[in-house]
T-cell receptor, first 114, second 109 residues
Framework: GAGVSQTPSNKVTEKGKYVELRCDPI?????LYWYRQSLGQGPEFLIY????????DSGLPNDRFFAVRPEGSVSTLKIQRTERGDSAVYLC????????????FGQGTRLTVV | SQQGEEDPQALSIQEGENATMNCSYK?????LQWYRQNSGRGLVHLIL?????REKHSGRLRVTLDTSKKSSSLLITASRAADTASYFC?????????FGKGTTLSVSS
């Protein structure tokens, strides 16, 4: 596609439920990033993929969070047993990879846990 | 984790004035980037400066980088109401881009 696409744009879920957030990066971009942003804060790094593998998952807050990118394109961020503190905007970005390049961001998924 | 810290947290100016935002970071970097965000959703890349560069221009934007002080500044000249947004610096140390907390710029006409 022309840009990074994230679905859904908004998600409301009940505490304790499981959610999946999807990111479709720009075609041909090898690197993909997930960030979480709370109101008034900067994007907080969660995980970075280079191709199919997670190159750096040090930002995942706990084992309730997991992300996959099985074919090196679309990625899914999975959150188990959601908590109210998980409410935030989840941003995805992709880059061409291989050096100093700009990141292209999707519009984010606003997750609200009630 | 967040490496960069922008200063000031908020800035209010009149149209036509210049806006300067600063960013400090902690570790060695390959490059530093500035992004803009409207309405808390997707970020848009503005400019990238490599660690061996000291200054870079793009239109009304001027970025400086001082690796000895681990700091960068973003200058927006002749600001417009449409420049109202949040601005973030992001450092690239070879893996993930790490963002600061941002500066909220408000330009009034």
């Amino acid at each position: 596609g022309a840009g990074v696409s994230q679905t859904p744009s908004n998600k409301v879920t009940e505490k304790g439920k499981y959610v999946e957030l999807r990111c479709d990066p720009i075609s041909g971009h090898t690197a993909l990033y997930w960030y979480r942003q709370s109101l008034g804060q900067g994007p907080e790094f969660l995980i970075y993929f280079q191709g199919t593998g997670a190159a750096d998952d040090s930002g995942l807050p706990n084992d309730r969070f997991f992300a996959v990118r099985p074919e090196g394109s679309v990625s899914t961020l999975k959150i188990q047993r959601t908590e109210r503190g998980d409410s935030a905007v989840y941003l995805c970005a992709s880059t061409k990879g291989g050096g100093a390049t700009e990141a292209f961001f999707g519009q984010g998924t606003r997750l609200t846990v009630v | 984790s967040q490496q960069g810290e922008e200063d000031p947290q908020a800035l209010s100016i009149q149209e036509g004035e210049n806006a300067t935002m600063n960013c400090s970071y902690k570790t060695s970097i390959n490059n530093l980037q500035w992004y803009r965000q409207n309405s808390g959703r997707g970020l848009v890349h503005l400019i990238l400066i490599r660690s061996n560069e000291r200054e870079k221009h793009s239109g009304r934007l001027r970025v400086t980088l001082d690796t000895s002080k681990k700091s960068s500044s973003l200058l927006i000249t002749a600001s417009r109401a449409a420049d109202t947004a949040s601005y973030f610096c992001a450092t690239d140390a070879g893996t993930a881009l790490i963002f600061g907390k941002g500066t909220t710029l408000s330009v009034s006409s």
